[in-house]
């Protein structure tokens, strides 16, 4: 027993340490013992078992745990020190007690962390039950979902924070183990019962089953609001307040406190945002601009589909926001209005707040677009519109929502006031303040009388919520004039409508009701007289805000308590009458007489015009005593007045009667109910006598009465213009004295400020100097309302005036305005107004400011001007803020209007540029103050990025920053800057001087401050890493703003958010925040509204300017204060940076060292688009130096820090170079692994090497070089293009390379600079390498003339940019440079491009000096090279010259004549391909060849016939034709490379010179396999453009026009027929639909687009294979849907229903029943009509065949109708003739005309060839019997190719026809005549002679000229005819070579035939010969 008795002895806390578990339980037992006795908890006995508790809950043996849990227990209950164990007690309850078998242990537990968080321990208990969640024994994590639950169940969602635990929930659901599903399941029952709804979205991806139980459960549970069932401590007299109240019966305020609670865990909060900026599509912004209405929605729905994430992260949404608001107000397709609104829904509500910034922009636009009638838009403007003005406030939008109302379209009126009552219904009575609720209402006023109903029915929904909202009393005074049946109805919607927050609005609606009236029984009553509906709803109120609505009711209102309700009814009546009143009509003199007489003594009525003046003394006097008797209501002021003005009325002379009278004056308008009326009868006078030295005062009496009865407003509008319209200075100075007086008794409110100003002015101007003394003292008074705001008006005047302004203006400094006396008692008898103003502290100072004149100046905010801020030349931007500054200067005072200047501007606050960062500010400024508290609506978007400048490190910035946010922060207010996250965010940024200024301007705001929006705890986590932020500065600044945000937030609230601290940080604030308590100041009190009641309404008014002078006198003594600390900040900020950075590395090294293995570039989505984009808007400094600056290096340091791995970043900005040479070895290392990181970093990486051009060491720019060379081969392979923006901030640098003193490195660069051309165009690197021949360095100079010579001899001449010319002009220059290398350099770069180009150079280089020519020449002479293309004999170079003369050939590449004949052998062996055969070109004189030389075998084979030469054919043709001009003067005939030929043409086309457009455009169109590939799009946007400017009148006043036009005419044919068949037909069909469709367009568009049509109908027999034919199918099928026969029968010209059904019947014909195979593409072909015309078409064919001949029914269709009537015959005749006249139709228009002859036999040809020339009588029949023998000759067509031989009869040649159409002929001969007739016509078409055989001049070189059309074709029927020898001959085999040829001879314009047409015809005889 000894070991026993010795535990006994110890004290009770060593026994409860013993290792006996028998002395623990008894050490257990006795504590629980002592606990249980101590009374006090403060009792330093607690102390001693502080450290015990743990073991008491931990301890080992099972049963001596349960008694030291009972212990523990009674502990934590009783103990002040308790909460100090928390957190080691609940993590052993956790790991030591929940996993015990017993039931009693867990219960225990389970008590224990509930008495903890009942002891304000919620929160540290919630973090070990949360971490107890991650153990793996169940059991634990079972009894932590439990004790969470039950806490949850008893203590509410207002003490345990459920985000935490709904984030795990899924988590828990997934579990294996079924007893934590269970439990899991239960926890989320208990958390539906508090938060509802809001718990949906978080579960929504747990297993359905599961979620399925969830729902079950959840219907169950009762919907009543749940209630706390356990109390924290601070609460516990709340909650015997609640039994008191439940045991009285009523438990509806209780209910009351948790109104609030249950909304308060929303859904939002519990989710993660999502950042969807990045994941825009790159393309996002093209695509929502484009053209085509699919790509915009694409663009669209990739929006749509980010914004389903319920809650988005932060960003910069300003573009998106852009570019959806563009596509609501201007797109004009619905369905896409509606997905963008659909779109701004889903940011409004996915942003909430964040959204707000962009609301302002958005919110017209959208009302606007209400205008449309679909159902599905206006229901997405709807929502979107409702989710954005969730984001912001109705003040914010309210200026843009009430711009709208004037909207004359119906719909938009009834929209926005739907809108309007919807956001109502948001609102409480304080957010619905009286400022805001007067211009709604005056608003929908007019809205309510409007002739729609639907706008009159809104408009009451609207006014019924506002009532519903503030309550009558608030709303009454506007509705004045409404009539009982409107107002009736404005009070049936009101009782309908449901409010959002309902029980809060009607509480204070009810508030405001019941407050004058003194003590808790009249407020009852006062309830109780109001509409039942009332009575309900003060019961859900917040418990607090009830007995202080009661103790502040009765000495506020203490004045007008009395009255009462009889006042109340008073006052409605009077009103009544006032409206009345005022619009009184005027009576006539009778009818006054009448009055009058019947009110006053009858004598007196006498009397009034007596000659005596006694007598009209005595008159007065009883009209005096007969006014003061009379009642309010019975006096007829109008007609008395007009009695006291009758003769003599106001020229009475006597000045006893005249006083007497002016006194009836002010006697009538003080006892009557006095009308503007009646006043304007007596005004004139009074004025006229206010000057009177005895009468004057009289009349300023009866002023003072009227203005009292009138307004003053209105009176003293009256008053002032009448003075000045008189010259009498004494009336003026007297009225301006009056008025200076009126304005101190009556107040400000509702003066016209704009109107006094004018007249103010004309004062000063007057020569008197009583009304300039008058004016100035009137400006005093009314500087002591309006603020030094009213000096702006007059800082023009002159210098003397303005200083004695000053000086008055001095006087009133620091004076309060008096209280109004007078203008109270008759317009607020029963404190109506009174209540309100009262309650509308900010009224008043807000009306003053109204009043200012504002200018409308979004008119000068231009584009213009807008992008001249944003111009990249920094002058330019300077220039742009300078015109803003000037305009706002000029202004003075601006509407809110300002355009597009707030973005302009928030770019110019992080300027590069600091001097502009500052005008910026300073413009800010100057704005804030110009627009006054308007610029509220510009907070977010403008003064926020103002805070941001407040980071930046030079100090004077930071100075201008502040003063601008304090200019800001007077004219707003410090409530938008609160609300919100973006003060927070700003705060959140770890810049050490912004956190200070930030802190500082807020400890000097806040505590002027009387509320705070609740936003304002978003900042306190940052204001607590403030504290312990490394810079001592910000430190201070937040200790100093601590206090301050504790007055607005109280400590418990700052307190909880020390809860998501680290437990080091936690103490340190804590013990901070108890320090600031102590010093915590009281809010301000409300000094306007204790003050003002007694004085009446207008008080406010004066008081608010005076209280916020106050406050700048504060801010302004306090400012100076700080500076000091300001400058030593930058100092300590700047060590602390470098400190920092110190650190950083050393931490993050230490991790990276071993994580080099990682990629060393990172791939940054779209990074290298954002940095172009902040390089093109400036927002970064453009890469452009002549040595590289810190600022440079640090920005590409800050570039890279996000895609460059950090360790690598070390290497590259490190100080010592062979750091550097490691970073270029690694990434030479890494090249080939890397590179889409590589191609991802490009821009960073040259940048970064530019940077080494500059280093002194060889070494680095050696490997600089080698990996250079390896990155552009790289780079080639991966067939990668540099942008522009790598080139420009790139290649400048390298080319100062080229000069480096050291070879090897000059070898390198040449060696970069040639790969560069494989990944960036030649041509665009000419100019930089041509900016580097102007270098200084002459070895720079040298290497970079040869560079360019080398270009010109790689790439051909089209490189020389800007043109040939230019380039060459500026190489010349060189030839005179003082350095021999620099000399030959530019020499032999001359001759380079001598040897491409000729002698043509010598025109390009221009006027050289005579020693400078003769140098060139030498080396020319002496240059080993012969150019090929200059002599023109040589034979040899034949070919080649050729094919350089005609300008078609200009897209061939320069080859010598072997390589020709090789390209020609090629194109033998793919003949047999026609789609192979396309490319192929001029083999006209192949055939030849093998005519010639055929040996007179019959059989003999093709290719035989090739072997033989005939080159004499090639004889250059030399006729000169001073018309023709060549291509382009600098054009290369012959280019080495497609590519940079196709970027030339193109820079052609995009010429300023139209010809050079065009001809450019034929260049490309030459070259079928290019021209192949336009697009329909393309090729239908070209034809567009061709055809518009063919009928464009402005071409015809040119002097080239008509040679323009035949350009482009020519060049439609020459597209029509080289671009692919399907798309030019496909894009042929849908212009003419556009045209047809469009009403604008002009019918002669569409004949032209027909008529190329036609001609691709004649095209069709031969290219009816290469055609798609389901494709244009499909477009002629949604061609006759949009035009179905009716409709296109209504057309006013019958062409296009005769084009359409040629076009089907040339296909039928060509493709016979096969047609209706290719209706695929068509949906529902059946109900096709174009499929019904096929198939009748077809059956009609069939019954045709073998009647007509093919050709015959085919002209049939396409060109005249058989029934056609005489005068449509003669018309068409004359059409024939017209195109046989033109030069370029002629040939088609012979052919029309022999058609039409063999049709119509009989027809009579005569009268159209008689008035013409016998020439042309002769011509025609020539050309007919031509067409006649060639018909003849060629006999019947064999129907199984379908190919018509009058195909080939074309307006412009189209040898494509000739030549096929000659395909199968039934192998008859032809005369040599018809060749001679041919020739004859050839001849004379040239111009040449028929008669001379033998000294001819060869052909024409206007064959090489396209704009000749008519040669061509008469070399198409020679040759035509020589093939058709050959077939003939062949006798029908088909030889590949004719299928060749169809494509080839369109080129040959006759050029490349160079034979002369004697050889042709000595030609011509020998095959005669030797077939004979």
């Not at 609740?1014 to 001592?1032: A, F, K, M, Q, W």
């Not at 209280?1107 to 930058?1130: F, R």
Request: aromatic share 6%; glycine share 6%.
């Amino acid at each position: 027993m000894g070991d026993d008795s010795e535990w006994l002895k110890l004290p009770v806390d060593q026994k409860c340490e013993h290792k006996l578990w028998k002395a623990r339980l008894s050490g257990y037992e006795e504590a629980l013992k002592i606990f249980q006795k101590i009374k006090d908890e403060k009792s330093p006995e607690w102390s001693k078992f502080l450290g015990l508790i743990k073991k008491f809950v931990t301890d080992s043996n099972a049963v001596v745990q349960l008694k030291g849990l009972e212990a523990a227990l009674v502990y934590v209950e009783n103990a002040h020190v308790a909460g100090k164990t928390t957190g080691e007690v609940v993590s052993g309850v956790v790991s030591k007690v929940f996993n015990q078998p017993k039931a009693k242990a867990k219960e225990l537990g389970i008590e224990i962390c509930l008495m903890y968080i009942e002891i304000e321990k919620g929160e540290a208990v919630q973090e070990e039950l949360l971490k107890g969640l991650d153990n793996k024994n169940p059991k634990i994590i079972v009894a932590c979902i439990e004790t969470l639950r039950k806490a949850l169940s008893e203590f509410g969602s207002k003490i345990i924070l459920l985000k935490p635990i709904i984030k795990v929930l899924p988590k828990l659901f997934e579990s294996r183990e079924k007893a934590v599903r269970d439990e899991a399941k239960l926890i989320a029952v208990e958390i539906y019962r508090w938060i509802r709804d809001a718990l949906r979205p978080p579960l929504q991806n747990i297993n359905s089953v599961q979620l399925k139980e969830l729902e079950e459960e959840w219907v169950k549970l009762p919907t009543s609001a749940p209630r706390p069932t356990r109390f924290l401590r601070s609460q516990q007299e709340l909650e015997a307040k609640l039994e008191q109240q439940q045991s009285a019966g009523g438990d509806a305020e209780g209910g009351g406190d948790d109104g609030d609670e249950v909304p308060q865990i929303d859904a939002y909060e519990l989710l993660e945002a999502v950042e969807i900026l990045s994941k825009l599509p790159k393309d996002f912004y093209d695509k929502i601009e484009a053209k085509k209405w699919q790509e915009r929605k694409e663009a669209l729905e990739s929006v749509e589909v980010l914004i389903k994430n319920p809650k988005l992260e932060a960003g910069d949404y300003a573009d998106l926001v852009k570019a959806l608001k563009k596509v609501v107000g201007k797109d004009t397709n619905v369905m896409l209005v509606a997905l963008a609104a659909k779109c701004l829904t889903g940011l409004a509500v996915g942003l909430r707040k964040k959204f707000g910034q962009y609301a302002g922009h958005v919110v017209p636009t959208i009302l606007e677009k209400f205008k449309e009638k679909k159902p599905q838009v206006v229901q997405a403007l709807q929502e979107a519109i409702d989710a954005i003005f969730l984001t912001t406030t109705l003040q914010n939008i309210s200026e843009d929502v009430l711009a709208v109302m004037d909207n004359k379209n119906p719909t938009i009126k009834q929209q926005t006031s739907l809108f309007i009552a919807r956001s109502f219904r948001h609102c409480t009575a304080s957010t619905l303040p009286k400022s805001l609720l007067k211009p709604f209402c005056a608003a929908l006023l007019k809205h309510i009388n409007d002739s729609a109903p639907e706008v009159r029915d809104a408009a009451f929904e609207a006014l019924g919520t506002a009532l519903k909202v503030v309550g009558e009393k608030a709303v009454n005074p506007f509705l004045a004039d409404v009539d009982k049946l409107k107002l009736d109805k404005i009070k049936e919607c009101s009782e309908k409508v449901e409010l959002i927050h309902g029980k809060k609005a009607g509480l204070a609606a009810d508030k405001k009701e019941f407050k004058p009236l003194p003590g808790r029984t009249a407020a009852s009553g006062a309830a109780g007289d109001k509409d039942t509906k009332d009575i309900s709803a003060p019961k859900p109120g917040p418990l607090k805000k009830a007995p202080a609505a009661k103790a502040g009711g009765p000495p506020k209102k203490g004045k007008p308590a009395a009255p009462g309700g009889a006042g109340n009814t008073g006052t409605k009546n009077k009103k009544g009458l006032e409206t009345k009143e005022i619009v009184e009509p005027e009576l006539s003199i009778e009818v006054c007489e009448e009055k009058a007489s019947a009110v006053l003594p009858p004598t007196c009525i006498q009397l009034l015009d007596s000659s005596n003046w006694k007598e009209r003394l005595a008159c007065m006097e009883e009209f005096q005593k007969a006014v003061e008797l009379m009642d309010r209501t019975e006096m007829p002021c109008q007609a008395l007045v007009r009695m006291l003005a009758k003769k003599p009325g106001w020229k009475e002379t006597n000045f006893q009667v005249m006083q007497m009278k002016l006194h009836i004056v002010a006697l009538i308008a003080q006892k009557g109910n006095f009308s503007k009326t009646s006043a304007q009868v007596v005004l004139d006078g009074l004025v006229d006598k206010i000057g009177d030295v005895k009468c004057g005062n009289n009349a300023k009496e009866a002023m003072t009465a009227i203005a009292e009865a009138c307004m003053l407003p209105w009176t003293a509008e009256q008053v002032v213009s009448m003075a000045f319209s008189q010259k009498n200075p004494k009336n003026q100075s007297e009225t301006l004295n009056w008025l200076s007086n009126a304005i101190k008794e009556f107040g400000f409110s509702g003066l016209n400020v704009k109107a006094f100003i004018s007249n103010v002015k004309t004062a000063l101007a007057a020569t008197n100097p009583a009304v300039r003394t008058a004016a100035i003292t009137l400006l005093g008074v009314m500087y002591l309302y309006v603020g030094p705001s009213l000096r702006m008006f007059f800082e023009d005047e002159k210098p003397a005036l303005l200083s004695q302004i000053d000086a008055e203006f001095e006087k009133m400094q620091g004076q309060s305005p008096p209280a109004p006396t007078r203008g109270i008692s008759k317009h607020s008898t029963s404190g109506t107004d009174e209540g309100e103003d009262g309650d509308e502290p900010d009224d008043g100072s807000n009306d003053v400011v109204d009043l200012l004149p504002r200018t409308e100046i979004s008119d000068k905010i231009t584009s213009e001007l807008v992008s001249k801020i944003g111009d990249k030349n920094w002058k330019i931007r300077k220039e742009g803020l300078d015109e803003v500054a000037g305009i706002i200067n000029d202004a003075k005072f601006i509407q809110p209007n300002i355009g597009e200047l707030p973005t302009a501007l928030k770019g110019r606050l992080n300027d590069s540029n600091k001097i502009l960062v500052q005008q910026t500010l300073n413009i800010l400024q100057q704005l804030a103050v110009a627009m006054g508290p308007n610029i509220k609506q510009h907070v977010k978007n403008l003064g926020i990025p103002i805070i941001t400048v407040l980071g930046d490190s030079k100090n004077n910035v930071r100075a201008a920053a502040l003063a601008t946010v304090n200019a800001w922060a007077e004219q707003t207010g410090m409530k938008e800057w609160l609300e919100g996250e973006d003060l927070s965010e700003e705060l959140k940024k770890e810049n050490p001087f912004l956190r200070q200024e930030l802190l500082g301007w807020l400890a000097e705001k806040l505590p002027t401050l009387r509320s705070t929006p609740t936003d304002l705890i978003l900042c306190v986590p940052h204001l607590y890493s403030c504290l312990e932020d490394r810079n001592g500065d910000v430190r201070k600044k937040a200790q100093d703003a601590l206090p301050f945000f504790m007055m607005h937030l109280g400590y418990e609230k700052m307190a909880k958010a020390t809860g998501k601290l680290k437990p080091t940080s936690k103490d340190q604030v804590l013990a901070m925040l108890e320090k600031a308590k102590v010093n915590m100041p009281a809010k301000p009190a409300p000094p306007t509204k204790a003050t003002s009641k007694p004085m009446g309404g207008s008080a406010p008014a004066k008081f608010q300017p005076a209280s916020a002078p106050a406050e700048d006198c504060i801010s302004s003594s306090t400012e100076p204060k700080p500076d000091p600390k300001k400058a030593k900040a930058p100092g300590l900020s700047s060590k602390a940076k470098s400190a920092q950075g110190k650190k950083m590395p050393s931490k993050t090294s230490l991790k990276e060292d071993e994580d080099k293995s990682g990629p060393i570039f990172i791939v940054v989505p779209n990074g290298k688009e954002q940095r172009m984009k902040d390089e093109k808007g400036l927002k970064v400094l453009k890469w452009n130096f002549t040595t590289p600056r810190d600022e440079y290096i640090e920005q590409l340091k800050t570039q890279m820090s996000s895609c460059v791995a950090k360790w690598l970043q070390d290497e590259m900005f490190h100080s010592d170079f062979q750091h550097h040479n490691k970073a270029l070895a690694v990434m030479v290392d890494h090249l080939e692994s890397e590179k889409e990181g590589v191609i991802g970093c490009l821009d960073l990486i040259l940048k970064w090497l530019t940077l080494r051009f500059f280093d002194t060491n060889t070494s680095v720019l050696m490997k600089a070089l080698e990996y250079l060379k390896l990155l552009f081969t790289l780079l080639s392979e991966e067939e990668y293009h540099l942008t522009e923006n790598e080139a420009s901030s790139f290649i400048p640098y390298l080319v100062v390379k080229v000069g480096e003193p050291k070879d090897v490195i000059r070898k390198d660069v040449r060696a970069i600079l040639n790969r560069m051309c494989l990944v960036y165009p030649a041509s665009k690197m000419f100019p930089f390498i041509m900016e580097g021949t102007k270098s200084k360095n002459s070895k720079q100079r040298a290497e970079c003339l040869e560079e360019l010579g080398c270009l010109v001899e790689s790439y051909g001449m089209n490189v020389c940019q800007p043109t040939p010319g230019k380039a060459l002009k500026e190489i010349a220059v060189h030839i005179g440079d003082r350095d021999n290398a620099v000399r030959n350099a530019a020499l032999n770069t001359i001759v380079t491009v001598y040897n491409v180009h000729g002698d043509q150079v010598f025109k390009l280089i221009g006027n050289l000096s005579e020693k400078d020519m003769s140098m060139l020449e030498e080396r020319i002479k002496r240059s080993a090279k012969r150019p090929s293309a200059a002599p023109i004999k040589q034979v040899e170079e034949k070919p080649q010259r050729a094919q350089n003369i005609s300008s078609n050939a200009n897209m061939l590449r320069k080859g010598p004549a072997e390589d020709m004949s090789s390209k020609l052998n090629q194109a033998r062996s793919m003949s047999g391909h026609p789609e192979a055969a396309q490319m192929v070109r001029r083999e006209f004189q192949l055939d030849l060849d093998e005519i010639e030389n055929d040996n007179g075998t019959v059989r003999c084979e093709m290719p035989e016939l090739v072997q033989h030469k005939l080159d004499d054919i090639f004889e250059p043709v030399l006729i000169p034709e001073p018309k023709i001009r060549a291509v382009s003067p600098h054009f290369d005939d012959m280019h080495s490379n497609t590519a940079s030929t196709i970027n030339f043409i193109i820079s052609q086309v995009a010429s300023g010179d139209i010809n050079t457009s065009i001809q450019a455009l034929t260049q490309l169109f030459q070259i079928e396999s290019l021209a192949r590939e336009a697009s329909t799009g393309v090729l239908k946007d070209l034809m567009h453009g061709l055809i518009t400017l063919m009928l464009d009148s402005r071409i015809e006043d040119l002097e080239e026009g008509q040679q323009v036009i035949r350009s482009v005419n020519l060049l439609v044919v020459k597209v029509l027929e080289k671009s692919d068949q399907t798309n030019i037909l496909s894009a042929l069909l849908v212009l003419l639909q556009d045209s047809l469709l469009a009403t604008a367009s002009s019918p002669k568009f569409s004949e032209l687009v027909m008529k190329c049509l036609w001609r691709m109908v004649r095209l069709l027999p031969d290219t009816i294979n290469s055609i798609n034919l389901d494709r244009i199918l499909l477009d002629i099928h949604i061609f006759m849907k949009v035009f179905p026969k009716e409709k296109l029968k209504q057309c006013k010209s019958e062409f296009p229903i005769r084009t359409l059904k040629t076009l089907l019947h040339t296909l039928c014909k060509l493709k016979g029943p096969k047609i209706l195979d290719h209706l695929t593409m068509i949906d529902n072909k059946n109900e096709s009509e174009l499929e019904a015309h096929l198939c009748r078409m077809m059956k009609h064919s069939m019954d045709q065949t073998g009647s007509k001949s093919d050709k015959e029914t085919e002209k049939g269709a396409s060109r005249i109708d058989e029934k056609s009537s005489k005068a449509k015959v003669n018309d068409f005749l004359a059409e024939i003739f017209k195109k046989i006249g033109s030069k370029e139709n002629t040939k088609e228009g012979l052919a029309e005309l022999y058609e039409y002859k063999k049709k119509y036999s009989d027809a009579d040809i005569e009268p159209f060839l008689k008035n013409s020339s016998q020439f042309f009588q002769s011509y025609v029949e020539r050309g007919l019997r031509v067409i006649e023998m060639e018909r003849e000759g060629k006999g019947r067509i064999s129907t199984s190719t379908g190919i018509s031989p009058q195909m080939e009869v074309t307006c412009v040649p189209t040898p494509t026809s000739t030549v096929s159409s000659i395909g199968n002929t039934n192998g008859e001969e032809v005369g040599p005549s018809v060749y001679l007739e041919r020739l004859k016509i050839l001849r004379q078409r040239c111009g040449l002679d028929n008669t001379k055989q033998d000294d001819r001049p060869p052909l024409t070189s206007l064959l090489s000229k396209p704009a000749v059309p008519t040669v061509a074709s008469s070399t198409d029927m020679l040759h035509s005819k020589l093939s058709q020898l050959r077939e003939s001959r062949e006798q029908h085999q088909h030889s590949d070579l004719d299928s060749n040829q169809t494509h080839s001879s369109g080129t040959v314009t006759s050029s490349s035939s160079t034979a002369n047409i004697d050889d042709l015809k000595k030609r011509l005889e020998r095959i005669k010969s030797s077939r004979k």
